[in-house]
Nanobody, 123 residues
Framework: QVQLVESGGGLVQAGGSLRLSCVAS????????VGWFRQAPGKQRERLLC????????WYEDFVKGRFTISRGNPMNTVYLQMDSLTPEDTANYYC????????????????RGQGTQVTVSS
C-alpha cells in the first residue's frame, strides 16, 4: 500500500522560508517522479513543481520559479519542497504526489497523494 506523509508546515511570517518533507512507504520514490501541489480553501488546486527520477525539475507555474525548489533527500524515500520568500498568498495545504512515471507528466494526473501539511503565511 502506497502511503505518502508530508510534514514541515506551520505558521511563518511573510518573507520567511519553510522546508516541507514528503516521506513514502510502500513505494520507491527515488525511482519515480514526485510532485508538489497545493490547495487553499475555496480555490482550485495548483500544481507547483515536480522532480523526475533523474532529478530533472519541472516548474508547472511561473510564480514558483525562483522561490520554490524540489529535491530528493536522505533517506532516499524522501522528497523536499524548499519554499523561500513566502507571501500570504502561499497559504494553503501542501501535498506531494507520485505515480509510476519516471518523467514528470505534462498533465496533473498522479494516482497517489498524501493528506498534506498546512502552511500559513502571516503578513
Amino acid at each position: 500500500q502506497v502511503q505518502l506523509v508530508e510534514s514541515g508546515g506551520g505558521l511563518v511570517q511573510a518573507g520567511g522560508s519553510l522546508r516541507l518533507s514528503c516521506v513514502a512507504s510502500g513505494f520507491n520514490l527515488h525511482e519515480h517522479a514526485v510532485g508538489w501541489f497545493r490547495q487553499a480553501p475555496g480555490k482550485q488546486r495548483e500544481r507547483l513543481l515536480c522532480i523526475s527520477n533523474v532529478n530533472k525539475i519541472t516548474w508547472y507555474e511561473d510564480f514558483v520559479k525562483g522561490r520554490f525548489t524540489i529535491s530528493r533527500g536522505n533517506p532516499m524515500n524522501t522528497v523536499y519542497l524548499q519554499m523561500d520568500s513566502l507571501t500570504p498568498e502561499d497559504t494553503a495545504n501542501y501535498y506531494c504526489v507520485t505515480d509510476y512515471y519516471s518523467a514528470c507528466p505534462l498533465n496533473d494526473e498522479f494516482d497517489y497523494r498524501g493528506q498534506g501539511t498546512q502552511v500559513t503565511v502571516s503578513s
